[in-house]
Every structure is written in C-alpha cells, then in structure tokens.
C-alpha cells in the first residue's frame, strides 16, 4: 500500500507542473496507482480510505502554491496558511477514494477490457464533476499534465478534456491491471501493459496524423500583449495608482513604435490591469483613453466596474474587460461570470459575514451578464478572465456564440514564483485544442502567451518580468467535433460505465477469497 501510495504522490507532483522537473507520462501513475489501491484493497471502505489518503496527498503536493497568497496577502502565518493547501487537496482526494472505491467494486470482477473501460469512463466522470462540485475546481485534470506534449493531446479536439482524461486513465488502468492479476492470479501481466501501450500509441499517431493536417484559418489578426509587472502588494494602493497608468500607457507606446509598419489589431491588458473604476470619467481613465485616441489602436484591459440594481438600489461590482475603440470611447465590455471563491466573493457571504475575502480587491463581485465576444470587425473576441479558462463549458460557449479567438485576460501574481502559473497555461492549453482557438493569454506578471489552435505555446513571457509583445494569430470559424458533439462525451461514458458496472453483478468472482497484500 506504501508503495503505490507513493507513486500517485510522486506522479501527482512530476506529471503536473512543479518547481524542480516535470515528466508528463508520470501523471500516469496517479491513476494507475489508485486503481491497484483499489484493487488489492480487503473492503470497498477501505479502498475509499486509502484512495482518499493517496490522492489527497499528492494533490496537496502539487497545490502547494496555495498557501502563498493566504500567507503574503491574507497575512495568516504560515502554520495555518500551509493546511489550506492540505485541505484543498484532501477536498480533490475525496474524487480519488470514490475512483478506487469504484474499481475494487467493479474491476476485480471483469476482464482486462472491460475493466480498464470502466476505469477510464469513472475517472474521466469524476474529473468532470471537479467542475461543478463545491462552486468548481477542475484544476490538475490528467491532460493538462501532457500540454508540453502537443501530440498526445489532439484528441481534445474530438472527445475534450474529460474524454481523453478517461482514455489516458484506461491506459493507465490496463498496466495497473496486468500488475493485479500477475500478483493475484498468477496470471501474465503483458496483455494489460500492450492494452496500455496500444492506447498511448494510439494517442500518438492520432496526434502526428493531426498535426500534418493543414490548418485552414479565416484571416489572421495582429494581437499585442502588455504584461506590465505591477507589484502586488502596492497595486490597490491609491498612491501608486498614477504610476500604474503610466507604466501601461508608456509601454503601450513603445510597443506601437516597434509595431509601427504594421500596427496591432488590439493591445491587450491583463486582468484588473487598472485598478479604478475606469467607467468613471476622470484623470485617470482618460489618460487610458488618449492613449488608444493617439495610437488609433484599440485596447483591451482589465478593470472593476458596477452597476446598481433597480430591485434593491444596491451597488453590484463586477469583474470586467473594457474594450476601447480607435477613438478611446469604451465600445463594449465583458463581466467575468465564474468567480474565484474567497478571492471574489464569499460564498454563503449572507450567512458567514464574518468572512471576509483573502485578497484585495473593491468588494465582493457579481458574476457577470454580458458575456458575448467583444468585436473588432472581423475579430471576435471570447473572453476569459483568469480561472475561467480552466472551465470547458466557458470555452464552448464562447465559441458557440461566435468566438474566432480566445483572450484570456489574468493575474497570477497573487502565487509567487510558483508553479500555479505554469498549470494554468498548461490548462488554457487544453481550450485551444478542445475548440481549435487562437488562445491569447495577457498577464500582470505572467504567463503571457499565444496559445495555437495545436496547443503549442509560442512567445511564452517569463515571471515577473515586464514585457510586450504582438504576434499574427489564425481566425478560425470552423467548429471542432467536439464543439459540435461536446453534449453525448459524459453521458456516454455514464452509459459505458454502468454497462460494465452491471457486466460485473453477473460475472463469475475473479479473485480468491483472499487477495495478497501488496507491500
């Protein structure tokens, strides 16, 4: 039990984006793992246990970025800003006992096939219940692990995130399932590990068939990013508010000097880039405004905003994208609709007023309503602002209402050099590919990127350092097969999992009455 508990640790740590080194195909030893926890487990109770425990543990691992904005901004001292990270990652672990749980009930009963298959179709479910349980955190999902390589991800664009997490998973399984029954049933373990490596071959040859395909866009936009390195600790701070403008509008300058033959469809501001009610006329908002009046080049940017509503006559704030057209005149703007809890809001905040938010900010925000790409003629613009990236549904949506380009507007700077920035590009990566989208990523201290409709990243920024710069990005209309059939991928593996579920009530036991402990 020690044994594979620590192998889905050290996958769950070097599979994902990590400080020290990361190895994608290791993320495959967390399920791989589980399932011989599950497996050689006395008791579905105890296969709940000690799945709970394993992939508990190794999600705190990788969530141990965590604790540094509890800690720096919320100035909790680190012996109780640590634990959040633990109970974060014990929440995600719960998923991992119900894996383990599901597969000692299930798959010590079937074939090598079919319980692989019921592996894959429960793991990829419950990655997608991570999205909706507890307000939604679908955050180290099993294929943004291997968004460093571009070719094992392309079947995104055919079944998504969840789909291929459930394909990658069934690998996994099948190897895990040989080692079972080599130990159980003294049966030969190499069928279960050529099941695994026909499917990872599979993935590969899908991808390089993919990759060699041409890639047909509609056009093509010239899109500037400004990652303008504010210091966090100061940025809401009324003092440095002047200073913020001014680095913002003195690199937009530069960038459109260096641009000049060939200027910017649109310059790009990350998330809460100015941090002023920019809807509010004034100095400082009009300054923003010349800027893009001087420059004739429409601009992008982050801000928060309110409105009051007719109801209650109380403010609502909101966490918005202001779009600037060539004359500076706000044309349009985008309300973030899924908010980060205890960031932008407290939830049950009527009844746990005592609460308060563990990052600066004007208040609580609102979700959003206006949430339709923003338009610059022939670009359409679906915006993402910060965590919303890593929600598939988000992504749809924009697309489905028109989106030839994602624009993911953020602020990672409350983690620190950590590897939280590095795991949110790696999920932003799995948008591009899911809806074959331009994914361009404006950040206050990065990650700053240009996503491909492939998942490669190009002009990756480094962290905290300032930083511009514009690159031609593919339009692309077309809708990928999973845009179209996105709705059948759960309840497909729903049906392919109670089909082996109830293939399992009528088999003939698999196992003796006493399985060997594994050390």
């Not at 701070?237 to 060939?262: C, G």
């Not at 001087?294 to 409105?307: Q, R």
């Not at 949430?371 to 697309?399: D, N």
């Not at 190009?458 to 097969?481: G, I, K, N, W």
Request: with cysteine; aromatic share 12%.
């Amino acid at each position: 039990m020690i044994y594979h508990t620590l192998l889905v640790i050290l996958g769950s740590f070097f599979g994902f984006a990590n400080p020290f080194w990361q190895l994608p195909a290791l993320a495959l030893l967390v399920p791989g793992g589980l399932y011989l926890l599950g497996l050689s487990a006395q008791s579905p109770g105890q296969a709940m246990r000690r799945g709970w425990v394993a992939g508990g543990l190794g999600a705190s691992a990788s969530l141990y970025w965590v604790a540094v904005p509890v800690h720096d901004f919320a100035y909790i001292p680190w012996a109780l800003a640590a634990p959040c990270a633990v109970l974060l990652g014990m929440t995600l672990g719960f998923f991992s006992g119900v894996f383990s749980m599901a597969c000692r009930h299930v798959a010590r009963r079937l074939p090598l096939l079919p319980a692989a298959l019921f592996a894959g179709t429960v793991w990829g479910l419950l990655e997608a219940a991570k999205g909706y349980a507890l307000t939604g955190f679908p955050w180290l999902v099993l294929p943004a692990a291997f968004a460093p390589w571009p070719l094992l991800i392309q079947g995104l664009s055919t079944v998504g995130s969840w789909g291929l997490a459930g394909v990658l998973a069934m690998a996994a399984a099948s190897w895990a399932h040989g080692r079972w029954i080599k130990h159980a049933l003294g049966a030969s373990a190499l069928p279960g590990a050529l099941l695994g490596l026909l499917l990872m071959a599979g993935l590969f040859l899908h991808g390089v068939a993919v990759l060699q395909e041409p890639q047909t866009s509609d056009g093509t936009a010239i899109v500037a990013v400004v990652q303008g390195n504010v210091d966090q600790s100061v940025k809401w701070n009324e003092a440095y508010q002047q200073e913020t403008i001014d680095r913002y509008v003195s690199l937009s300058r530069s960038l459109a000097t260096q641009h000049a033959s060939a200027p910017p469809k649109v310059i790009l501001w990350p998330e809460t880039s100015m941090p002023f009610y920019f809807q509010e006329p004034g100095e400082p908002s009009q300054q923003v405004r010349s800027l893009a009046a001087d420059l004739g080049v429409p601009v992008l940017l982050g801000a928060p905003g309110y409105d009051r509503d007719p109801q209650s006559s109380q403010y609502r704030f909101y966490n918005r994208a202001y779009l600037l057209g060539k004359d500076g005149a706000i044309q349009s703007y985008y309300e973030k609709e899924h908010l980060v809890p205890f960031g932008e809001y407290i939830p049950f905040g009527k009844h746990f007023s005592f609460l308060k938010k563990l990052v600066e900010g004007p208040g609580d925000f609102a979700p959003g309503q206006l949430v339709a790409p923003l338009q610059l003629g022939h670009l359409s613009m679906g915006v993402l602002i910060c965590y919303e990236t890593i929600f598939p549904e988000l992504a749809q949506k924009r697309v489905a209402e028109g989106a030839n380009v994602l624009v993911n507007l953020s602020n990672d700077a409350w983690f620190g050099k950590t590897a939280a920035p590095t795991q949110h590009l790696h999920l932003a990566v799995l948008r591009a590919v899911e809806q074959r989208r331009s994914v361009v990523r404006a950040t206050n201290t990065g990650i700053s990127a240009v996503i491909m409709p492939t998942g490669v990243v190009r002009s990756p920024t480094r962290l905290f350092e300032t930083a511009v710069f514009a690159m031609e990005t593919d339009l692309m209309t077309s809708h990928t097969r999973y845009h179209v059939w996105h709705y059948v991928i759960l309840p497909g593996m729903a049906v392919l999992s109670i089909v082996c579920y109830l293939w399992s009530r009528i088999a003939p036991s698999r196992v003796p009455s006493k399985t060997p402990r594994y050390s």
